[in-house]
Structure formats: structure tokens, C-alpha cells
């Protein structure tokens, strides 16, 4: 198997941090590897707002935590009210990915460049997670003004960053069935 497959099929999602910051230049070659990835019409729609204050990464997480209480879901609820639990497992460093909203796809292209900087990460054993729910805390008062993001752009995800603690990292079962031939 060649070393990029292996890669792809060796990430996982890291739920488990150590409070060690990473290196400088894995953080730079893994933003790079974000702005590599294919963009609609070469837009390359996406801005990258790297966060490694620690306090502001858990006002975020609380305030998403305190949004998720009121969930329609019942995982999400029992989620918020474990006050133990951080949305980002303690991670040091946490990218929000935004997209430049009158570019023709800056949701796909976000996504793409998200999924190049969780591979490169891998690649780097250094653990990754994509976070949809932090985005419960964008528009709250003073993250939106700590985050500062640029006009025209929207914030769409976060990405934990750092070196992997002792958590589980075992694939799920893939689906089967989900590939049709017509040849
Ligand atoms: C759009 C998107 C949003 C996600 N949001 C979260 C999240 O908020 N919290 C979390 O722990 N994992 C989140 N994940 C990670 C998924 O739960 C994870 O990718 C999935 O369970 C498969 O596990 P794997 O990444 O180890 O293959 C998200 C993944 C995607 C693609």
C-alpha cells in the first residue's frame, strides 16, 4: 500500500490531547496542506483563524455546551450537561475555518482544505479533530470579537489540533454497499 492511503486510512478522529503545544512549523505545514486542497472555480474561498489561547478555545466550547442544552437531540443534551466534557478534548490549538461567502462553493472548499490539514496532521502523528458543534459559539458576543473573522467571510468549523494523548483511536466499520458499478 503506498504511504498516502495508509495515511487516509490510519486517521482517526482525536478525542484525547496532550496540553503540549506543537511545533511551529507542523502547525505552518499543516495550514499549507489546507490551502493545497481543490476550491470551486480556484476560488480557494477559505480563511484559517489559528486560536492557541487555551481560555478562549474553552469559552467556546461552553458556550456551544450551554447552546447544545436545548438540542432536540437527546446525545447532544446529555452531552452539554457532562460539565466535565470539553468540545475540543483539551486540545492546544484550534483552527476555525471560515469561507468566503460570494465564492462559488466556500463550503466544499472549506471542507476539502479541512480534510488535507486532518491528513496532514496524520501524517505528522499529530491528532486532529474536525468540530461541527463549536460552531455554537461563533456568534456569541465575545468570541465573534476575539475571532475578529474577515468581512464576507463565514465561520464554519473548527479543526483540534495537538499531540495525541491515550484515547481510543480505533477505525468505525465501514458501510458496505455503497459503491454501484456501471462498466
Ligand atoms: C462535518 C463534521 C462535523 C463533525 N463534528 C464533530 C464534533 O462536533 N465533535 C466531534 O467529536 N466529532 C465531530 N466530527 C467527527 C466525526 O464524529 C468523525 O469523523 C466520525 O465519527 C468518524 O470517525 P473518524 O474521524 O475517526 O473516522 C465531525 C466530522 C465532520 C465531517
Redo the contacts with the bound molecule.
Sequence with gaps: MNTVIENIKK???I?DYKKEQIKEEELQAILEAGTYAPSGCNAQSWHFTVIQDRELIGLMSNVAKEKLKTSSDEGFRNMANNKDLD?THGAPTLVVVSGKQDAYSPLTDC?AAIQNMLLAAESLDIGS??????ELSFDHEEVARKLNIPEGYKPY?GVALGYKGAGETR??RRKENVISYIR
Excluded at 129 to 134: A, K, T, Y
Design positions: 486517521r482517526r478522529s478525542r468540545l471542507s479533530l474536525w468540530i461541527g458543534l463549536i468549523y477505525a468505525p
